[in-house]
């Protein structure tokens, strides 16, 4: 069904199997081109998502410790300056399309985020010996303070979510799933995988043309994986049945494929290119709604939609 769904393309059927081929020489070095955009999601959305957004900065500023200063600032600086992701408010929106309350899945969805600022301070260190993946930031603090920083971070995020632990409300067990799910998405094997075979991507010794794989498995790690562990996650700490979860995690990926595809794109653009293949995955995306209640699917559809802008 899903490869009938993506017609020629049939790039997502390999769902949560997208690996580079091997090969004896790197990608020539080039920059990951912008894809076009489409229509942007409606008001009512939008507001839905930046509620989300004020609730879990709310949380994360009452939970990241004052003292010591020289932690504190910059830890606090590079929380909040990464831009927005879509993950956490995923989060947020599955546990609650699941039957499950905001405060139960708030604790994952700030982990997420903290995770999500640790990385991207560490693919922005002003370092001299890799190619320009995307546009210089400002750095208000030196290199070896924001890696540090953005070492700490992790363990802090994990720490967030453990201590939500409530052996009073049975939640240990979905705690410690939650907490196995984003390890995997966010460690070797996920996240940090795709930050190195980005760089790998577009490194200038490289040998031999361009393979769609690499920014296949760029994306899959990066952002596809973070998605669908985040989906699943709030699915899971909202209740919902092993079918829901499943379900999410799997709308979840397309959601984080299309995020990658859509902010840098991946050199395909002949012919639609780009854009066709997203147009595709929303497809399979909003399928894996299909088995949910309609009228409650609005804020995690809306992630989507954000990503497509």
Known sequence: MEKAL??????????????????????????????????????????????????????LRKAIPKPPPVVFEPMHHLTFAVPQGTAPALCIAACELVGGGRDQAMPAAAALHIIHAAAFAHENLPLTDRPEIRPPVAHAYRPNVELMTGDGMVPFGFELLAGSDDPAGENSERILRAIVEITRAAGSQGMVSGQYHEVEYLLPSGRGRREPEWADHVWAKKEGELHACAAACGAILGGGAEEEIEGLRRYGFYVGMIRGMMARGDGRREDGGVLSTVRDMKKLALKALEGFDQGKVEAVASILDANMC
């Not at 081109?33 to 900065?57: C, D, F, H, L």
């Open 6 to 59: 993506l017609g020629s393309n049939g790039r997502a059927a390999t769902l949560f199997n997208v690996s580079p081929k091997p090969h004896p020489g790197r990608p020539p070095s080039a920059r990951m081109p912008i894809a076009m955009a489409v229509p942007k999601s409606g008001t009512r959305s939008t507001s839905q998502r930046e509620a989300i957004y004020t609730e879990i900065e709310d949380h």
